[in-house]
């Protein structure tokens, strides 16, 4: 006999704790405030509340428009810092249902221009943090009694520069593209234990950075490369991240979506 379907399934995050990682800014705090928007209790985890494209910080903005949010200072790169995160979300909130691993830096150079220190910096805030709080967001989930066979939730952002290279941006490409592979290991590993993992690939998204992200030319580069009329805005990827972390998202894990107008289809 056929199960029957599921009709209570939604995007309401209603009574869901969540960590987002590099929260204080741009694709980061777009996550926070939608996951809040719908329900979540969200703890925005970064090295700063400064706000790059300028504002409130994250956590403010979000309980002045009426949601929960708690601001825990840290630096991926910190094992120490990583492991109290999990366990401060914990002690104040009682359990954590969603990680949602944003934080990054960048450092564009190409392999002759990079240093050695430069390259290990990247790798150890964009790649092995993801591995650090995925680890320690897994030891505290898999101890959770399940909710709709789910016991926790990881969502990933790599990027569509894991799949084709990011010109003159080695370290950055490297870390996207590993962050993929980590997505699948981790969602076959623990599948068995209500653990869901899955990633999110923005494409060119507008974000209000200054910089590079703003160069004539790479704004050129990707309007050309990008078949929708527009390029992409924060909100586009804390949509994509909503659902993903959200009861309506079922019997999909280990997988990677691209929210990117198009870029890697064409």
Known sequence: MNAKPHLTASLSMEGKVCIVTGAASGI???????????????????????VIEGGEPTATLIVRDGGIAHFIFTDVS??????????????RFGRLDVLVNNACIR????????????WQRVLDVN??????????????????????????????????HGMIAAPGDLAYGTAKAAIDYMTRQI????????IVCNAVA???????????????????????????????HPDD????????????????????LMVDGGWMAA
């Open 187 to 194: 969602a076959t590993d623990y599948a068995p234990r209500g």
């Open 28 to 50: 980061g705090r777009a996550i926070a405030r939608q996951l809040a928007a719908n329900g979540a209790v969200v703890v925005i985890a970064d090295i700063t509340t400064d």
């Open 127 to 160: 790649l092995t943090g993801v591995f650090r709080c995925s680890r320690a967001a897994v030891r505290q989930m898999t101890g959770q009694p399940p909710v709709d066979e789910v016991r926790g939730r990881i969502v990933n952002l790599s990027s569509q």
């Open 78 to 91: 910190d094992t120490a810092q990583v492991d109290a995160l999990v366990a401060q979300t914990v002690a």
């Open 237 to 256: 990827i804390a949509r994509a991240v909503l659902f993903l972390a959200s009861d309506l998202s079922t019997f999909t894990t280990g997988t990677t």
């Open 202 to 232: 923005p494409g060119k998204i507008q974000t209000g950075a200054s910089g590079r992200a703003m160069d004539p030319v790479v704004l050129d580069r990707a309007t050309r490369r990008t078949p929708w009329p527009r390029l992409g």
């Open 107 to 118: 450092h564009a150079r190409p392999l002759l221009d990079m240093e050695e220190a430069d």
